[in-house]
């Protein structure tokens, strides 16, 4: 470990997607947010590492329902529950999985890879940091994960939207009235409109954390489109498109995680192209900005796509002041109606919460804040 310093830099930066979270629901999204950052604090406070506490965050935002991430995931085609994620260290060590079935949280598999990238292989074999599919559910057997079945993944909401959208497609008729709803009454809104009543919410959640000494990982889970292909692998699988951690000359550390269309995100590797623009900026929220609107949504494989693309950014920037990092700038920014983030850094009691709300969209919402770093009581 580095060597102490007067300094905690501990601190947890959360997103549960971006897309449209209604007001009604807003409060457990945003809960969910909460709860995700004061369980990874209690982790650093104690000791822990960036990567147990992204790990820890993302965890108990699988674990809420109300997001597309672990349980209560969108379904395959199929009604299978598949699921993405990557975890990532400032060194560029990092750990993904891809379409895993059968893993109520991905993202401890991912910590698994990573860790797993460490041990020497024989034959000089390298030991591998994304598998996907049956050979990702394999590697969870070998390291002792539990394997679930698929049933245990489906949450009522996600049945229902997955029923749903089975009769719009044609294959069978449409849940009654009085079918299979969520217990907290949680609802799912295909796209546009003046519902505000139901949710929307777009793919992936995320967390950047630092932990007492300065080091930074950032991961992503998400439980991808609904109606998707067998295997298909979305963002929150890959580094560089979902989740990207910088050091800069040890001078500036960025991380960044992401949500939004997957298959554009793919495309412009658009979390590794916010991290370089955000690591040799001056102004932070326009560079946040041109990286969306340069970068994202006027890429020509976006502006050309037969769907229209859409992106939320929570991005994390410390800078030294001499040999000791003074603060940390907050950031994100949306192209969709809303997106639900949280922070909390070592002082602080609580978490913030924010629930951003874009009334321009598809123009880009920006929001952040600059927070201190105070010496250890």
Not at 254 to 262: A, I, K, L, N, Y
């Amino acid at each position: 470990m580095p060597s102490h310093d007067e300094y905690d830099y501990s601190a947890v930066f959360v997103h549960a997607g971006a897309g449209y979270h209604s007001k009604p629901n807003e409060p457990t999204h945003l809960r969910a947010c909460g709860d995700a950052c004061k369980a990874a604090m209690v982790l650093l406070k104690n000791g822990g590492s960036a990567a147990d506490a992204v790990e820890m965050a993302v965890r108990v935002l699988e674990d809420a329902e109300i997001t597309n991430s672990g349980y209560g995931s969108n379904l395959s085609l199929d009604g299978t529950v598949e699921c993405d994620a990557v975890i990532m260290e400032g060194s560029g060590l990092s750990g993904a999985v891809g379409a895993v079935s059968h893993v109520q949280n991905p993202i401890s598999l991912a910590r698994a890879l990573l860790e797993n990238a460490r041990q020497p292989m024989s034959l000089k074999r390298v030991p591998p940091i994304l598998l996907v599919g049956e050979g990702a559910a394999i590697f969870a057997k070998e390291q002792n994960f539990p394997l679930v079945d698929n049933n245990k993944l489906v949450s009522p909401a996600a049945h229902a939207r997955w029923e749903r959208w089975r009769a719009e497609l044609g294959y069978g008729k449409p849940p009654d009235a009085g079918g299979i709803i969520a217990p907290a009454q949680v609802k799912i809104r295909d796209g546009p409109g003046d519902d505000r009543e139901e949710d929307a919410v777009t793919d992936t959640v995320g967390a950047v954390c630092i932990d007492r000494w300065g080091q930074v990982a950032a991961g992503s889970s998400s439980g991808g489109i609904g109606m998707k292909h067998r295997g298909r692998v979305g963002p929150a699988a890959l580094v560089g498109v979902g989740t990207w951690v910088k050091v800069v000359a040890d001078d500036i550390v960025v991380g960044v995680t992401t949500s939004g269309t997957g298959e554009h995100m793919n495309n412009t590797l658009i979390a590794s192209k916010c991290v370089d623009r955000l690591a040799n900026a001056d102004d932070d929220l326009q560079a946040l900005k041109d990286c969306i609107e340069q970068d994202f949504l006027s890429a020509p494989v976006v502006k050309s796509a037969i769907t229209a693309g859409a992106l939320g950014v929570l991005a994390v920037k410390m800078e030294k002041t001499g040999n000791k990092y003074k603060r940390i700038h907050f950031l994100f920014g949306h192209t969709t109606d809303s997106m639900a983030l949280a922070s909390m850094v070592s002082w602080q009691a609580e978490p913030e919460l924010v629930m951003s709300r874009n009334k321009r969209t598809p123009k880009v919402a920006l929001g952040g804040k600059v927070l201190p770093f105070r010496p250890r009581k």
